[in-house]
T-cell receptor, first 115, second 111 residues
């Protein structure tokens, strides 16, 4: 079946602009994660959605970052007033359930470049 | 100090070599240990998964966990050029959803 998809695959924007990144998880997966991967660094947890529960936003680096998820489907990550340090690959992952023992299935990522 | 430390490499080996990739961690509550493989411009994919201490083997890959030393390893036997990728260790606590990832080690296997 279809895997996790993300769009756009690449995004170049100017400093100060807002950007919106989209994630389509695997159908039926209740858990959805957003991560940031800076060049040469590991995955940095941003936010976690589980079903209809309140999301865990503890990883969001600033109030310029926000995310939404419609039910158990599409999620969008919004970055307002982008800064050059926001340049990174933003990865989305979904898993069947909320426990950490469940495999996370990753999308290909959105490569964001802020000029 | 980071919760998970991993040497970013790069590590370059000839085809057929045995590769050893390692991570150390500081949180003794971690119980689930994973290795993800990430090809260039792709998302990570789960390669191996172990719980608590011990070894787990899957084909040419062996994952090893030493909780007393807070040290995990991934061994690749008979390495192939197709193994060239970034390998990320990851770990989490029991019942928790948050997975902590290492920085990843870039591996190059030369034909």
């Amino acid at each position: 079946g279809a895997g996790v998809s993300q769009s756009p695959s690449n995004k170049v924007t100017e400093k100060g602009k807002d950007v919106e990144l989209r994630c389509d998880p695997i159908s039926g997966h209740t858990a959805l994660y957003w991560y940031r991967q800076r060049l040469g660094q590991g995955l940095e947890f941003l936010i976690y959605f589980q079903g209809n529960s309140a999301p865990d936003k503890s990883g969001l680096p600033s109030d310029r970052f926000s995310a939404e998820r419609t039910g158990e489907s599409v999620s969008t990550l919004t970055i307002q007033r982008t800064q050059q340090e926001d340049s990174a690959v933003y990865l989305c992952a979904s898993s069947p359930d909320y426990t950490s023992t469940d495999t996370q299935y990753f999308g290909p990522g959105t490569r964001l470049t802020v000029l | 100090q980071k919760e998970v430390e991993q040497d970013p490499g790069p590590l370059s080996v000839p085809e057929g070599a045995i590769v050893s990739l390692n991570c150390t961690y500081s949180n003794s509550a971690f119980q689930y240990f994973m290795w993800y493989r990430q090809y260039s411009r792709k998302g990570p994919e789960l390669l191996m998964y172990t719980y608590s201490s011990g070894n787990k083997e899957d084909g040419r890959f062996t994952a090893q966990v030493d909780k007393s030393s807070k040290y995990i390893s991934l061994f690749i036997r008979d390495s192939q050029p197709s193994d060239s990728a970034t390998y990320l260790c990851a770990m989490s606590v029991s019942g928790g959803f948050k997975t902590i990832f290492g920085a990843g080690t870039r591996l190059f296997v030369k034909a």
